[in-house]
């Protein structure tokens, strides 16, 4: 379900969201398709960490990568709280739109 909700994202700063059962990633970009800079990277993450979601984050890890959120929900994630991550990633986006 979150999943879903995460791919229901229509933003160009999404570049891509995928996962296997719980363990999701949300990758993003600039409107251009360019690597997103470490202060709109910055700036995400701490409008989702102000919405009470915590995320791992890789960055930069080669040249030329993306920054990357990852999410590992418990397994007894409720759809009511999968709605709240979904809108808090759509909080997040608008902070750096």
Do not use: W
């Amino acid at each position: 379900y979150l999943l879903a909700r995460l791919k229901d994202l229509s933003s160009p700063l999404v570049k891509e969201v995928r996962g296997l059962g719980l363990m999701l990633a949300v990758e993003l970009q600039n409107e251009d398709g360019s690597e997103l800079d470490g202060e709109r990277t910055k700036k995400f993450g701490g409008a989702l960490r102000d919405a009470g979601v915590i995320t791992g984050k890789m960055s930069h890890v080669m040249v030329g990568s993306e920054p990357v959120f990852t999410l590992a929900p418990p397994l007894i994630l409720t759809e009511e709280q999968a709605d709240r991550i979904a809108g808090a990633f759509v909080t997040a986006l608008r902070a750096i739109s």
